[in-house]
Structure formats: C-alpha cells, structure tokens
DNA sequence: TATGAATGAGTTTTCATTCAT
DNA sequence: AATGAATGAAAACTCATTCAT
C-alpha cells in the first residue's frame, strides 16, 4: 500500500520539521538564559519556561542540560558565521573589506549580548573551555585570511600576519565586553573604525609606494 | 607579674600569626580551585581538600564561601599591585616603563594563571561581575596614565588615550588567556615588545620633530 | 473547543485537590513527628518518612522546615475550635455547656496528643513562643466569655472572672499533661466533672438565692 | 611518711572542692542559657562562655552537653527543695503553711525563669520527658502532703487529695507561666493567696463545725 | 508527545566533641 | 588543668533527571 506508506513518511517528515522547530526554540531560549545567569546558575527550569515548556519536554529533546548548552553554542557559532558571509560577501577592497568584518561582529556582538556572553564569558569555565578556544580560533583565522588578503592586493603588508589578527581578535573582545559591561560609550560602528585604524597603523607598507 | 603577661601576650601574638598564615594557606588553595573550576563548580570541600584542612575548618576563618571566594579576588588584587609598583619603580623613560608594565603583568599572568582566571574568567559570572569590573577598569586607569606621561614628556601623541589605554589591556588580556590556553607559543617578553610596538605604531606626533 | 477546556480546567482543578491533599498528608504526619520529638530535634527527612514521601517533594509544598511548622500549628489551632463548636453548639445551661466545653478540650487532646503537644509543648521553644502564647490566651477568652454567661444568666458569681478562666485553662492543660505522660488514671468525662466542680465551687452567689 | 600522705591527701581534697566550685559555676552558667534559648538551641560553647572558660573544659567536668542538661535539672530540683523547706519550716497551722507553700514555690519561679523554663518548658522533649514527670510527681506529692497534714489537723476534708493536689499544681504552673510569659500582672503573693483560697473553696468539711 | 510531581544525590553550613599544646 | 583549633557527622535545602499519566 504506497498510499499508507507515503502518509506515513509524510507525517514523519512533518514530525521531524516539528521537533526542530522545537529543538530552535528551546536554543534560542536557552542562549538567552545560560547568556544572563551563567552555566552552573541557570536551572533546567528557567529554559524550559523561558521556551515555554515544560521541563520534563526538554528532556525529549535534549539529553541532558550539558547537551542543551553544547547545541546552543553550536547553534551561535554557526549563526554568527552566517551573519558574517552574508554582510561582507558584496564588499570589495581590503579597508572596506576589513572594516565591515569588524563592524558585523561588533554589531552581531551589541545585538547578541547573550551570545557573547554565553561563548566568552560563561563558557569559561573548565569543561567548556575547548569550545571557546575552537571559536576563538576559528575567528582569528577568518581576520588572518582578510589581511592575507590585503597583504596578496598590495595594499597591505605586516611580518606577523599570524599576531596581528590575534590582536584584531582582541580589540573586537574588548569592544564588545566594554559595551555589554557599559564600560564606554561608543557605538560599534565607530568602534570598527578605530579598530580598523588601528590595524592599518601596523601597515609596514611604505605609502610612498601610494605615490603614483 | 609582668613574666605572665608579656607571656600570654606573646601566645596571643603568636596565635594570630598562626591565623593569619592559615587564612593566606585557604586563599592561595581557593584561588587555585577557583581558578581551575570556578566559582559554582567549586565545592567548599574541594577548598579545603587542597588546603589540607577539614571542611568545617573553612568556617573557622571564613563566613562563607562567597567571603573566602570575595578574599581570595581581594588578595590578588593586592598582590598584582604590589608586584607592579615593585618592578616598574627604577625604570624610566616612557617606552621603556611601558614596556615594562606590559612585561611584568604579562610574566604574573603567566606565573599565576589561577589568579588570571579568578579575576577575568570566573568572575566574569552574574554576582562578581562589578568586583572584575573595577579590577579591569583600575588596569586601564594605570595604562592611560602612563601614556599620559609619555605625552607630558613629549614623547608621544594620541587623540584619545582612553581607548589606546583599553586597547592596550586588550592586548594584554588576549596575549595572557593564548598563553594560558596554549594557543599561541610566545613568552612574556616578546608579547610586551609585541604590544609596545603596537602602541607605539599608534603615536601622532611627527618623528620629524625629533630632528633637529 | 468547550471539551478541551473544560477537560484542562478538569485536570487543574483534580490536580489542585490531589496538591491539598498531599498538604494534607504532609501536615499530619508532621504533627505526629513534631508532637513526638520536638521541633528541634525533628529532622525534615522524619516529616517525609512519616509522610511517605521523599525529602525533596516537602519543598514542593512547603518553603522551610519552619513554614511546615507554622502551618501545622495553624491548621491545629482550627481543626480544635471547629470542634469545639460543633459539640457546644446545641447544649443549653450554664453548668452544662461549661462541662461539655471542658469534656470536648479533654477529649480532644485525648484523641490528638501530638497535636497538645505541638501547640503547648514543643511551642514553647524560644522562637514559636508568641504563638503558643496566642493560642492560650484564646481559650482563656472562651472560657471567660462562657463563665461571663453564667453570670449574666444569674446562675453564677464570682468576683475576678479572668483569673477564675485562667484556672480553669490550667487544670485543662494539667489534666492533659496527665494523661498524656500517663501520670493518672482518668478519663476525660472524669475530668470534666472534676473540673466543673471546681470551677463552680467558687461560686459566690448565695445559694439560698435560688430557695423561693 | 604521713606527712605526705597527707599533704597529698590535702592536695586532692583542695582539688577536689576546687572542682565542684567549677562544676557549680557551670551548671548556674548552663541553667541561664538552656533556660533562655532552649536545648536544642544552646550551643556548647554558649555555656562555656557564660562559665566564662573555654569550650573544652566543659568536658573535663562533663561526659557531654546532654549530661551538663541532666546536672543542671537535678540541681535546679534540689535547690529548690531546699529553698521550700527552709522557709516552710517555721510556720505553722495548715491554712498558713499553704500559703506559704504556695508563695514560696511562686516566688522561686519568679526569681529563677531560667529554672522554670529549664524544668517545665525546655525539659519536655521526648529525651528529658521522664526527669520532668518525675520533678513534677514530687511536687505533687509536697501538696498532698500538706494537705493530708490539714485533713489529719481536723481544718480541711476533700475525698479526692491526690486530685486537689494535682489540681494545686496546675495552678502553681500556670500562674508561674503568665508571670514568665507576661500575660498577667500579678504578683507571687497575690497570687498565693488566690490559689489558697481555691484550694479551700473545696473544702468539704462541714463550716459549721467551725461555729464554737 | 507533553507534563510536572516526585526523587535523591549533592551542596553549604553548623556544632558537639577531640586533642595537641 | 585549661585551651581553642580542628574535625566530620549531620542537617536544611536545591535541582537535574525520571516517569506515571
């Protein structure tokens, strides 16, 4: 019976698009919580009403609160990473290039404070360190590959490409941690062009080359 | 009987002695689970265990964990300070003494990476968050200041020392947690020459002045 | 949808008498534990054993240890007076309703001994004092209040009627004790006799008001 | 050699009363404290220091905190014993050895709440029970006794001695207790003299005898 | 599939008792 | 004998996880 058995997969194909759905919600309300009350202080209760479910339904979709808080940064990781192709794919030249990176990030950090936080503040502590430093890792790599860039267009030229976007890195951190601490007042586009002017002050490139 | 007195004196002096080494014995323990666990994750048993007391022990000097944990920050703070002003005190000139103050926060971090952690890892959780605040925000007074006085003595320029002062705790911060994490291999000395030049890619003031 | 709404508000309303009950449950056997030993000496777990239920599912119920006492000793307080007034109110006559009042108290603590002892015993710990003292100062009432309508009705004198409703209290609370700690032999209807017929033996009306 | 023998016999005798001084400053010391905040809430160092020495020596004169309960009520029980037969034993005629009784039990309490509490309030829990009935027995039996004595004298006649005693009692304890409680503002003597005149209001002897 | 009541292991803290000085 | 620092058993309370409905 074809009909019986399309009915079927049908159904389960709508279950399945169900339970992510599901599965996205409780992220979404986890990364809010784990984001503002840290890992160890957030209870599975507090994600399962901000998802509002009930706790026991968590269970069914995740194995345990470790689980729901490994997915959830995954979840970010991946999010941030769309963002980012998405808004510097139509930009061209190096300067633009580097300083739209910055500004998405700044802004994807100012608009997903629990994000940051759940990545660079609360996954600090012991047993999710390792997945910190893979995402940490993973963005220098992308400031690297821009300013190799940069350096292959001649437009740029630095001996440590490999600590120059370390220190990009750092400067995006503290930017970001500062606005969320409200430590200054800046907003993230200017801060994108400081950091930018900051990078540019490495260029070893001598400007009179610029000279016709 | 001046014998007796000057003796029970003598014990009550000795006591307190003996109070005060064993209160610094569960700090510098605290601040090494602490600093590995953090702060939730840390059980009051585990800093006794490392201090080689008994639980119950704890309490004899300590309120409660959040007091020892409230210590132990306290402390660190103190002794950060006091190994600053110890090494930067003979140097002079303004790119040396910054130099200087990014090398030895750099080699304490690195010799004390528990005491990195504890203030700008664990602390960065939900109740300890202003105590960390005003750890970072003191760095950066230190940092602007000097700058500051490279600019009274003429050697250096920038318009907004503020944020050169928090970039350059940036710097720091990120080359400390690398070292911590072991996801660069640099060594303290390198990375504050690293840094100076950094900083000092940044000044305004034209060399040409110099000449002359 | 009628059906399902009226089936959801079903289920919440069964689960709210299945929640009172299992206040309930938890009351009573912590009246038993704490009349037995003492709210002190009363560990949460006993309330649960007794209850048969596990010591966490108390918190469901209840905030703290303390709370579980409070409003065991509240429903203790309305479950006496309920009674009391169910058996007083049909009797007529001074004397009889003065007996009958003393026959139901007797009787009831009889019947409830954890409960005497709750309130009047174990109460009288430093910090439940003021309720212990509550409680009394209400029997005292209702027994002044009855003595006051045997004056009013002229079948009874007496020239300080608090401290004659006082009296009657403490051989209530006497002959109690007695028979809870087995220090005597009578029964309640004994005592309530006994008890009348001291009260009524201060009586000042002449008597030979009553000839003609 | 004597001489030593009996100097060292000296030594322990001297030792022996200076220990029974500290034991007595103890047990005043434990009497005030359990009295005032209960068993289970006095803290073995809250005796200590109220002995003004240090915790361990407690238990150079005591196995332990339920043994130092148990001295301290015995104590309490002879001392009083001794207070009423010392005053008790110059008055005569029954109606006036009463009274006296009465005060004099009253006024003890009045002077001694820590006492009280210590024997009536905080000695009801479920371990210390049986010392209470037993303290509580012997004072019933003094009444009896007493009254035995005016039956015997030809002044009084009760068919029910044991129960007038008892009764006695109850009113001795309650009057004691609204004292303690402040729930009344008489005073021991006033309120002897209430409790005689109950006491003879059950008097059953014929008062015509009394005519000539 | 969803629920939320129930569980009990695990956490902080207290305090009677011990014991080295 | 006296001390008081140290101990660790025990208590109140929390919360991740299970499971009957």
Same mark, same amino acid.
């Given at each position: 019976?074809?009909?019986?058995? $399309?009915?079927?997969?049908?159904?389960?194909?709508?279950? =399945?698009?169900?339970?992510?759905?599901?599965?996205?919600?409780?992220?979404?309300?986890?990364?809010?919580?784990?984001?503002?009350?840290?890992?160890?202080? @957030?209870?599975?209760?507090?994600?399962?009403?901000?998802?509002?479910?009930?706790?026991?339904?968590?269970?069914?979709?995740?194995?345990?609160?470790?689980?729901?808080?490994?997915?959830?940064?995954?979840?970010? #990781?991946? !999010?941030?990473?769309? =963002? +980012?192709?998405?808004?510097?794919? &139509?930009?061209?030249?190096? &300067?633009?290039? +580097?300083?739209? *990176?910055?500004?998405?990030?700044?802004?994807? /950090?100012?608009?997903?404070?629990?994000?940051?936080?759940?990545?660079?503040?609360?996954?600090?502590?012991?047993?999710?360190?390792? &997945?910190?430093?893979?995402?940490?890792? *993973?963005?220098?790599? %992308?400031?690297?590959?821009?300013?190799?860039?940069?350096? %292959?267009?001649? !437009?740029?030229? #630095? %001996?440590?490409? =490999?600590?120059?976007? /370390?220190?990009?890195?750092?400067?995006?951190?503290?930017?970001?941690?500062?606005?969320?601490?409200?430590?200054?007042? $800046?907003?993230?586009?200017?801060?994108?062009?400081?950091? @930018?002017?900051?990078?540019?002050?490495?260029?070893?490139?001598?400007?009179?080359?610029?000279?016709?």
């Amino acid at each position: 019976m074809p009909a019986v058995a $399309s009915s079927l997969s049908a159904r389960v194909r709508r279950n =399945e698009a169900l339970s992510e759905i599901r599965t996205g919600e409780i992220l979404t309300a986890a990364t809010r919580v784990f984001g503002r009350k840290g890992y160890e202080a @957030t209870r599975a209760e507090d994600i399962a009403a901000a998802a509002g479910i009930a706790k026991g339904t968590l269970y069914l979709y995740f194995d345990s609160k470790e689980a729901i808080y490994s997915a959830t940064v995954s979840r970010a #990781c991946r !999010e941030l990473r769309a =963002e +980012l192709e998405r808004h510097t794919a &139509q930009v061209t030249g190096f &300067q633009e290039k +580097l300083r739209t *990176a910055l500004q998405v990030r700044l802004e994807y /950090w100012t608009e997903n404070q629990s994000i940051y936080r759940l990545l660079l503040t609360v996954g600090r502590e012991q047993k999710h360190r390792r &997945q910190t430093a893979d995402f940490l890792r *993973a963005a220098q790599r %992308d400031y690297k590959t821009l300013l190799q860039d940069g350096v %292959d267009a001649g !437009e740029f030229a #630095c %001996d440590d490409l =490999e600590q120059l976007a /370390w220190a990009t890195l750092d400067l995006v951190r503290g930017a970001s941690e500062r606005r969320i601490d409200k430590l200054g007042e $800046s907003d993230p586009r200017q801060d994108a062009l400081r950091i @930018t002017a900051f990078v540019l002050a490495q260029n070893t490139r001598r400007p009179s080359s610029r000279k016709r």
